[in-house]
């Protein structure tokens, strides 16, 4: 046995995180989701921007990568826009995310019948990066001439009022890359001084808390818990929330064998023969 | 035949007959949607076959991600970019609107890039559009980063500190920040209170490493969860009570 745990085999701790997904997905194991004030912020803003009628846009940066955790993300963000009567605008920094975004917005606007062009539209893809968020900032129109269904922003309901990004109630940027520290915090917010918003993969999450402690960003969802707590908010339970009974279930078994592992070399390791 | 061939050729049976079953039973759809699930099943489950040992279906799927990450692309740019921005103006350029000519500049500066691929003789061309994309982007960048990532940043470590919960907060980052920048201090020999300093900044850049190691975890799990719900739910169409 001894033996067995100093040189355990690694697929056997596979084994275990792959029972820990899969039987509390079988089994209803419903975990409590308290909600951060970082995940608050955001749902408060939005609350705000609908009582003053104002447009709301995302930046969907993410790839098929990121799916399970920044499209719940997504979809809860605007099914409370839409929720509100809030004009949402999307559109995206990286290709892969094009045909995510498309069905998130479809979903949504399905749901609460949120009319394409009236109440939001999809700018698609387009690259430049920090140069896009500047021509964006000074000329939206000029930067996003048509959408992604070739209508003309400068006559479109949605996008004709907007002149650049300060005219935007906030902006929110759902993503699994480098988009918001990279991108639209210095090109961006730093200049043209609007609200901004992030959802992002649990990976990126530590490196943009100081964003939200210098009051760049007013609020931010991090990783599968993020996405939880913002669907616990508008009360639609979905993909994020069903899996955090699995997420908190393999924690806990990550958690015991970084204990065994660091037992067992305590006691054995250091010795002739230890662990390999 | 040894043991890693027979888990192969296993696996395989066990995935047809399994895709037989759900298609005859009705369970997944004889349609493009039907397809497509059972393709990205068999794609997920081959990928993470390499948890065993890596093997020629990880590779092939490994692959196939790359060329249709690649072409999805190239279609994304032609048809949302290049199409209506570069091409269709440019085309309709004639005596009388020559309000589009000047993308004429940024596109041949795009040709000129491409000749870094060609014969020496041409490839000089593209120090041109480098030349270009270096001077835009680091006079973009540098005042821009300056401004968010560096001033923005001095700002809130610099405030007063309070005798309340948000004044402890600021406290511990103002030790962390000067312990840190303290440890990567190299001019100075790190003994007596420098010495000091850095050991606390190096307990600081271990928790914050710790933090970090522990949100990767977290997203990679999300991401496997995000798999296994597909595969349960729907692939073999189990009606789950949570997803």
Redesign the interface.
């Known amino acids: 046995m001894k033996a067995f745990l100093l040189n355990l085999d690694r697929r056997v701790i596979f084994v275990f995180v792959a029972l820990g997904i899969v039987i509390p997905s079988l089994a209803p194991v419903r975990m409590p989701i308290p909600i951060t004030k970082d995940v608050q912020a955001i749902y408060d803003t939005i609350e705000d921007v609908g009582a003053k009628n104002g447009t709301v846009l995302i930046s969907f940066d993410y790839g098929p990568s990121a799916k399970p955790e920044v499209q719940p993300m997504a979809l809860s963000v605007l099914r409370h826009c839409f929720r509100n009567q809030i004009k949402v605008i999307g559109m995206s920094h990286i290709p892969t995310s094009v045909g995510l975004a498309q069905r998130a917005f479809e979903t949504a606007a399905k749901e609460y019948g949120a009319q394409y062009g009236e109440d939001y539209t999809f700018l698609g893809f387009k690259p430049g990066g920090g140069s896009l968020v500047i021509n964006m900032g000074s000329d939206f129109h000029g930067a996003f001439q048509k959408d992604l269904r070739g209508s003309d922003t400068a006559e479109l309901s949605v996008t004709k009022n907007i002149r650049g990004l300060a005219d935007f109630a906030y902006v929110i940027c759902l993503a699994s890359g480098n988009t918001p520290d990279g991108l639209w915090i210095p090109y961006g917010q730093e200049r043209y001084k609007f609200k901004f918003g992030l959802g992002c993969t649990a990976v990126m999450a530590p490196d943009q808390y100081p964003y939200l402690q210098s009051g760049q960003m007013n609020g931010m969802m991090g990783g599968l818990a993020g996405a939880a707590e913002y669907e616990t908010l508008i009360n639609a339970s979905g993909k994020a929330t069903a899996g955090m009974g699995a997420q908190s279930f393999v924690h806990l078994i990550i958690i015991c064998f970084i204990v065994l592992g660091n037992v067992m070399f305590f006691l054995y390791g250091r010795q002739k023969g230890g662990a390999q | 035949m040894n043991r890693d061939h027979l888990v192969f050729f296993l696996f395989l049976l066990v995935f047809a007959a399994v895709n037989i079953y759900l298609f005859a039973s009705g369970s997944l759809p004889a349609n493009m949607t039907g397809l497509g699930t059972f393709i990205a099943a068999g794609i997920t489950l081959s990928l993470y076959s390499f948890?065993?040992k890596d093997n020629p279906l990880f590779k092939f799927a490994e692959n196939l991600y790359v060329g249709v990450?690649a072409a999805?692309?190239l279609n994304?740019?032609w048809y949302?970019?290049l199409l209506?921005d570069v091409i269709t103006p440019i085309s309709e350029l004639d005596g009388e609107s020559m309000n589009n000519l000047w993308l004429l500049v940024p596109t041949m500066l795009g040709f000129f890039m491409l000749t870094q691929l060609s014969a020496a003789k041409y490839s000089w061309l593209s120090r041109i559009a480098f030349a270009f994309v270096v001077g835009?982007g680091s006079g973009?960048?540098i005042p821009?980063?300056i401004?968010?990532?560096l001033l923005?940043?001095m700002?809130?470590t610099m405030q007063a500190i309070t005798p309340d919960f948000a004044g402890v907060n600021l406290f511990i980052?103002l030790v962390g920040v000067v312990a840190v920048l303290v440890y990567f201090f190299y001019s100075v020999e790190h003994t007596g209170a420098v010495g000091v300093a850095s050991k606390i900044g190096i307990y600081f850049l271990m928790i914050?490493f710790g933090?970090?190691f522990g949100?990767?975890?977290?997203?990679r799990?999300?991401?496997?969860?995000?798999?296994?719900?597909f595969l349960?739910e729907e692939w073999l169409v189990?009606q789950?009570?949570?997803?």
């Open positions: 948890l065993y990450a999805y692309t994304q740019v949302t970019v209506p835009l973009l960048a821009r980063t401004a968010a990532n923005a940043q700002q809130p980052i914050s933090a970090s949100y990767t975890i977290m997203a799990l999300s991401l496997l969860i995000g798999r296994v719900g349960l189990l789950l009570p949570l997803f």
